[in-house]
């Protein structure tokens, strides 16, 4: 049971630099690559994270190929 008393961490973005869908998604691949080398199921990972970013990533592939047209 999560511990209501320490609420997660919030994260706020202080600024941003705007890139393109195919730099994003070089980026998204390459964070992919690299979290699946570190994750083990033996650790317990939590999927659901590595299967949100490969959507993500499908859903960037798509809009390259469709911006390159």
Known sequence: ???IAHPPVRLQA???IPIS???AL???N???DDFQARSTPSKGSDT???AQLQKLSKALEQECIRQSK
């Open 48 to 50: 659901s994270i590595t």
């Open 30 to 32: 390459n964070f992919l």
């Open 21 to 23: 869908s195919r730099q």
């Open 14 to 16: 202080t600024s941003s």
């Open 1 to 3: 049971m999560d511990d």
């Open 26 to 28: 070089t980026r998204i």
